[in-house]
T-cell receptor
């Protein structure tokens, strides 16, 4: 499975945008980019995914570089509830998909 | 609509014992995956069940086994417990397909003494 690289930690002020980067230089043409997050004392939860085009949903936006070697998860207005570990994961389009988590980025939101 | 549920919440065992963890998937889901999460680490994939068969397995020894029942619920069994098996065990359910978003339960915290 292709590897992703994320900063260990980031900080953001409450109500400001947050840009969480992810590098995936060995991504293949069939790999989807998924983001999950894990709030304290909870299981991970799905945030967003994309293949080539930028994506938006109610939780976040995903900006994918033209060469697909990197992507950025954007939280438009960070709240205290967004404090979590964010995981960037590559998943090949196939029948038996499982998630390979790295260590993720721990986001701290400062009031 | 209930999400993924797991039982028990916490469990304490001693080395050499056996443990069974249980998972009920989100309504409508047919696939269950199990993950182990050590403290400070990301979850590590153990195996995935679909149609009552183990479909894919991560790098875990045979001491880790599982089962999926006709109602799609699942069990994770660990034999001959080691201290290093202490972790949060997460169950995730999904609906088989090209983009099977996984929904995670809250986990079972296993402590091996």
């Amino acid at each position: 499975d292709a590897k992703t690289t994320q900063p260990n930690s980031m900080e953001s002020n409450e109500e400001e945008p947050v840009h969480l980067p992810c590098n995936h230089s060995t991504i293949s043409g069939t790999d989807y980019i998924h983001w999950y997050r894990q709030l304290p004392s909870q299981g991970p939860e799905y945030v967003i995914h994309g293949l080539t085009s930028n994506v938006n949903n109610r939780m976040a936006s995903l900006a994918i570089a033209e060469d697909r070697k990197s992507s950025t998860l954007i939280l438009h207005r960070a709240t205290l509830r967004d404090a979590a570990v964010y995981y960037c994961i590559l998943r090949e389009y196939s029948g038996a998909n499982n998630l390979f988590f790295g260590t993720g980025t721990r986001l701290t939101v400062i009031p | 609509d209930a999400g993924v549920t797991q039982s028990p919440t916490h469990l304490i065992k001693t080395r050499g014992q056996q443990v069974t963890l249980r998972c009920s998937p989100k309504s409508g889901h047919d696939t269950v995956s199990w993950y182990q999460q050590a403290l400070g680490q990301g979850p590590q994939f153990i195996f995935q069940y679909y149609e009552e068969e183990e479909r894919q397995r991560g790098n875990f020894p045979d001491r880790f086994s599982g089962h999926q029942f006709p109602n799609y619920s699942s069990e994770l069994n660990v034999n001959a417990l080691l201290l290093g098996d202490s972790a949060l065990y997460l169950c995730a359910s999904s609906l088989v397909g090209p983009i099977d978003t996984q929904y995670f339960g809250p986990g079972t915290r296993l402590t091996v003494l």
